[in-house]
């Protein structure tokens, strides 16, 4: 399904499926490696908050996502303060033995929405520390400039806030982070409740979309995978057909120039 001509290059490295999965809440490690299956993802996301070295919590989860195959990317999920991601992060790469990160940085509990000014500060000293870092940002403008500044090569903005499957609240905003920033690979992460709206954001030339809930909470995880990865393809390759320009007016699909009139008989009675 995916063309292998048209990867999703992140930080040097090509990635066939423009669907990253979420590896949280899934009613059992089987059928979290089911979705992962039928999505056809190339990376997942993981939080260390699920690995506790003490107690080997999430253990069978770890394991699991080995057999996949799949690119790990770990995650800050849960951390509030730059500080508090920047040593979780650090622990990550010990543990998982990769510089790769999704960097999480709330600063609110009701909407979880990230702390702009920690994101930015843990997104350079990651940075500086040798990581390849993918902050979850919202869709401000000059939080992205930002991001990208202190040496960001990928953004992740939210739809919405995670877990509501609200969709893309502000297209008008994404539209605008997608043309200024036109060479920056941009993933939706967050807020997406059905296939349908992440067809939208790659209608948009949104380079990929992250999404956890909407899979793992269906009744069925593996089919609602595939419905997504089926959606995501279906938008990018609408977006790279090229869709058509919105108009005021009605505009006939069949000419009536050139074409031949076709008398009727005329009964005379």
Not at 1 to 19: E, G, K, V
Not at 36 to 58: E, F, H, K
Not at 111 to 128: C, G, K, M, R
């Amino acid at each position: 399904m995916h063309d292998i001509q048209d990867p999703l290059n992140l930080y040097d490295t090509a990635f066939s499926s423009r669907f990253l999965l979420g590896t949280a809440l899934y009613p059992s490690p089987q059928s979290m490696l089911d979705a992962i299956a039928s999505s056809g993802c190339n990376i997942v996301t993981l939080g260390l908050r699920r690995q506790n070295p003490s107690n080997r919590d999430g253990q069978a989860i770890w394991e699991a996502i080995q057999q996949t195959g799949c690119h790990l990317l770990p995650n800050t999920a849960g951390c509030k303060s730059a500080k508090e991601a920047i040593t979780l992060a650090n622990m990550s790469r010990e543990i998982f033995d990769t510089p790769w990160i999704k960097l999480e940085v709330i600063g609110d509990d009701y909407t979880l929405q990230p702390d702009p000014f920690a994101l930015v500060e843990a997104a350079n000293e990651l940075i500086s520390q040798g990581f390849n870092v993918l902050p979850y940002c919202t869709d401000d403008l000059m939080v992205c400039h930002k991001l990208v500044d202190v040496g960001c090569k990928v953004l992740m903005p939210w739809g919405a806030p995670i877990g509501t499957g609200q969709g893309l609240l502000n297209p008008y905003q994404l539209k605008t982070l997608r043309e200024r920033l036109p060479r920056i690979p941009l993933i939706i992460d967050a807020g997406l409740g059905a296939p349908s709206q992440a067809a939208q954001a790659m209608e948009m030339g949104y380079d990929g979309v992250l999404l956890n809930t909407a899979v793992a909470k269906a009744s069925n995880p593996a089919g609602m995978a595939k419905a997504f990865a089926l959606a995501i393809e279906a938008g990018r390759q609408a977006y790279k057909a090229g869709l058509m320009v919105k108009r005021q007016t009605a505009s006939a699909s069949t000419p009536t120039v050139g074409q031949p009139f076709w008398h009727q008989p005329c009964n005379r009675g």
